[in-house]
């Protein structure tokens, strides 16, 4: 194990570790932004991967992209900017896919704690022949709402992780002394305000779904986890020019989908007080009805 300054570090040392120019990563679609350019900073490929129906990928869709210069997938679940949740069986069949191919994994956990309606976290992990072929990247900064402290940390082979260790000892080091005490008093400390933030986003993700639904042409996979909403109306034809105007016209922050590797969608986040996402979706409501 080792602890970085933020999962976003974590990720950048990974792929400064693990990739020789030319090195491709397959990157499902829809994608955390940043996860393209770190691997082209470490003078990768990014390779995306469409899903073939719905917004998470399968064995055939990953084949597909599957080249001799591929090193690792990435895989992020609960998913941001979806909210998609890969259940537990379509995890084993990406394993199999992984081991047979020989190929990494890095398994993108930031959301685990955030999964809704009695769902339960599965680690692609725990599957036979992953342990020693899967790269567990978390943070403090979801679970425990401390972002600002930059605090991530991933588990994985011993070797990676010295490689990993003697790479960031070039560069920060370590994170700050305070900030690790801090996460330790999270993950140590009693859990039941996860609990209730994850109890807070289930009622907000429920009262946005029902909001929006007074227009019937707004269309979204189903958020099963994670904070966000990604959809979509026949209004949006560039995801950039529609968050401009609702940003211009309704002082509503969305992010385009094109950061996110699929047009046209807008990514919303439902971490914010009940009555800010209230007046949110009233205005939301407004502009696509008059789109």
């Not at 009693?190 to 779904?209: I, N, S």
């Not at 958020?223 to 002082?251: C, N, W």
Request: charged share 20%.
């Amino acid at each position: 194990m080792v602890v970085s300054c933020g999962s976003k570090h974590t990720l950048y040392n990974l792929f400064q570790v693990l990739l020789d120019p030319g090195d491709e990563v397959l990157i499902p679609v829809p994608y955390w932004t940043s996860y393209p350019e770190m691997v082209k900073l470490a003078g990768g490929v990014p390779v995306p991967v469409e899903a073939g129906g719905g917004f998470r990928v399968r064995p055939a869709d990953l084949e597909a992209r599957r080249t001799a210069r591929t090193r690792a997938l990435i895989l992020n679940s609960p998913n941001n900017p979806s909210g998609e949740v890969y259940p537990a069986e379509e995890l084993a069949g990406i394993a199999d896919w992984l081991v047979r191919n020989d190929l990494l994994v890095i398994s993108d956990d930031a959301y685990q704690h955030f999964l809704y309606d009695g769902r339960t976290f599965t680690s692609i992990a725990s599957f036979p022949g992953l342990p020693e072929r899967t790269l567990v990247v978390g943070a403090a900064s979801k679970t425990y709402a401390m972002t600002g402290w930059r605090i991530g940390w991933f588990l994985g082979p011993e070797p990676i992780a010295e490689a990993v260790a003697r790479l960031q000892d070039q560069s920060t080091s370590n994170p700050s002394s305070l900030s690790q005490r801090a996460a330790l008093a999270a993950l140590d400390g009693g859990q039941e305000p996860v609990f209730r933030m994850r109890e807070a986003f289930q009622r907000r993700r429920d009262a946005l779904m029902k909001g929006l639904a007074a227009v019937k042409s707004i269309r979204y996979p189903f958020p099963a986890g994670a904070f966000y909403l990604f959809f979509t109306h026949p209004s949006i034809t560039d995801s950039v020019e529609t968050a401009g105007r609702i940003l211009a016209e309704k002082q509503v922050a969305l992010v385009p989908g094109r950061a996110f590797g699929m047009e046209p969608y807008l990514r919303l986040s439902y971490a914010v007080a009940d009555q800010v996402l209230e007046e949110a979706v009233r205005r939301l409501v407004d502009f696509f009805r008059a789109a």
